[in-house]
């Protein structure tokens, strides 16, 4: 009797606290600085439809990675490059079947909204550095970050990397070279055309052309580390619904949706 009696109590109990145990279910995302606005317009479409939240940090791939690396708590990691997506894996911390090549992306030119530079034409022999003067020119590092290392190659292959490298103001991120541009603290950047589109402190002035640098990519995957509910939100940024809003901030999807 008091056996059947508890085991009712404690049924009682776990019914109570399981819709409560639903509601606090998060995932958490590392995901590249320029997928914020796109991505936190997913992840509250994804919220909406199942009631698990997000805690997202975003930064520049290359700090996300060794962070992940060195034990941070991670579920989801979006890189900018395949690069850092390929140092994670190669750090055993990705689960690597998981991975997919969602977006692609573009680097383009910006300048301050008032700037009296309209229209750029970037091809072979092009001069940044005298288009800048004596200002400065902000992209990611060179060194780590995926569009400064972007933005480097595009340089080199167009013959205006050397001229232009000691007026480089390389931030730790791209939306930070972004805010740079948009205070008129560099007269130019170098950034993916998507951070150009949500920042109205900026103009494109010029678009690299797509042959002047490895293609942009960003690779998708869980962690080995991530829970169970991370398949079920992998699988959402593949459909019809995520693709649209991605579009909607100038990304490119690269594999063929699912409804």
Known sequence: MFRIAGLFTAFVILAALSPAAAEDKTITVFAAASMKNALDEVDAAYTAKTGIKFSVSYA???????????????????????????????????????????????????????????????????DLAKL?????????????????????????????WQAAEPKLAMAESVRAALTLVARGEANFGIVYSTDAKVEPGVKIVGTFPADSHPAIIYPVAATTAAKPETNGYLAFLRTTAAKTILEKYGFRFLISPTT
């Open 60 to 126: 520049a791939s290359s700090v996300l990675a060794r962070q992940i690396e060195q034990g941070a708590p991670a579920d989801v990691f979006v890189s900018a490059d395949t690069d850092w997506m390929d140092y994670a894996i190669s750090k055993k911390t990705i689960n690597e079947p998981t991975r997919v090549n969602l977006l692609g992306n573009s680097i383009v030119l910006i300048a301050p909204k008032d700037s009296k530079i309209d229209n750029v034409t970037i091809a072979q022999g092009f």
């Open 132 to 160: 800048a003067g004596d200002g400065r020119i902000a992209t990611g590092d060179v060194r780590s970050v995926p569009a400064g290392k972007y933005a480097k190659a595009a340089l080199e292959k167009l013959g205006a």
